[in-house]
């Protein structure tokens, strides 16, 4: 974690930033920007962000989790009133946006897919944790995964907005998704090698809107 410069403490500014530094993202600009309009949107109203994906995407939907639930370019301190109440713990607590990696629950999944079905592990704790409001972010490099389109549908029924991180096809997730972010890649290493710098961007870009008129400038 490290300080950002003023003029660069915006969704715009961060969005400009990862356009400049993978300028193969450019056709992706506005893409990107809806899908941090609705998850800005979601937060701002009191909702959640659930994230799947399989094989390397659970690590990418822990990445997500740690960048939105603690400081990620900004400190995040506390309102005055949060850390008088906590006493000193509030003075180490960081402002959070709730996110949950549906990928780390494994005694769930593997009752779930032992005992019901193996595709339906993550639609099971959609259902459970989804609220009308909540939003849902699929990644699959293909858009594929069944297990992860099985998900979006049942966000979908739940009034939640779909969101998805795939390849240049989108496949299925394509279709079934409010938004889908298709990097112009088919190798799937090199898709998930895009993937990283559009969901650190869209952390960030969440991050100034919510954070930074409390995070101190820099000397």
Same mark, same amino acid.
């Given at each position: 974690?490290?300080?950002?410069?003023?003029?660069?403490?915006?969704?715009?500014?961060?969005?400009?930033?990862?356009?400049?530094?993978?300028?193969?993202?450019?056709?992706?600009r506005e893409t990107i920007w809806t899908a941090y309009q609705?998850?800005?949107?979601?937060?701002?109203?009191?909702?959640?962000?659930?994230?799947?994906?399989?094989?390397?995407?659970?690590?990418?939907?822990?990445?997500?989790?740690g960048e939105l639930m603690k400081g990620f370019y900004l400190?995040?301190?506390?309102?005055?009133?949060?850390?008088?109440?906590?006493?000193?713990?509030?003075?180490?607590l960081q402002g959070a946006l709730p996110a949950i990696a549906?990928?780390?629950?494994?005694?769930?999944?593997?009752?779930?897919?032992?005992?019901?079905?193996?595709?339906?592990?993550?639609?099971?704790?959609?259902? =459970?944790?989804?609220?009308?409001?909540?939003?849902?972010? &699929?990644?699959? +490099?293909?858009?594929?995964?069944?297990? @992860? $389109?099985?998900?979006?549908?049942?966000?979908?029924?739940? =009034?939640?907005?779909?969101?998805?991180?795939?390849?240049? &096809?989108?496949? +299925?997730?394509?279709?079934?998704?409010? @938004? $889908?972010?298709?990097?112009?890649?088919?190798?799937?290493?090199?898709?998930?090698?895009?993937?990283?710098?559009?969901?650190?961007?869209?952390?960030?870009?969440?991050?100034?809107?919510?954070?930074?008129?409390?995070?101190?400038?820099?000397?």
């Amino acid at each position: 974690m490290s300080g950002m410069p003023k003029q660069e403490r915006t969704p715009e500014a961060q969005l400009e930033r990862l356009i400049r530094r993978h300028p193969a993202l450019e056709p992706l600009r506005e893409t990107i920007w809806t899908a941090y309009q609705n998850m800005e949107a979601s937060f701002a109203s009191g909702g959640k962000l659930l994230v799947c994906g399989n094989g390397g995407s659970p690590a990418d939907a822990d990445h997500i989790v740690g960048e939105l639930m603690k400081g990620f370019y900004l400190k995040r301190p506390l309102p005055v009133q949060e850390r008088e109440k906590l006493g000193p713990v509030g003075e180490k607590l960081q402002g959070a946006l709730p996110a949950i990696a549906l990928t780390q629950h494994a005694g769930l999944s593997t009752a779930f897919l032992n005992d019901v079905d193996p595709f339906l592990i993550y639609a099971q704790q959609v259902y =459970g944790y989804g609220r009308t409001g909540d939003c849902f972010l &699929g990644i699959s +490099t293909s858009g594929n995964a069944r297990n @992860v $389109c099985e998900a979006a549908r049942v966000a979908r029924a739940k =009034g939640m907005t779909t969101l998805a991180l795939t390849g240049a &096809g989108g496949g +299925t997730l394509r279709e079934i998704c409010d @938004v $889908c972010i298709r990097v112009p890649e088919t190798v799937t290493a090199d898709i998930q090698e895009l993937h990283l710098p559009v969901y650190h961007a869209l952390c960030a870009m969440l991050e100034m809107r919510f954070f930074a008129a409390a995070e101190p400038e820099n000397p």
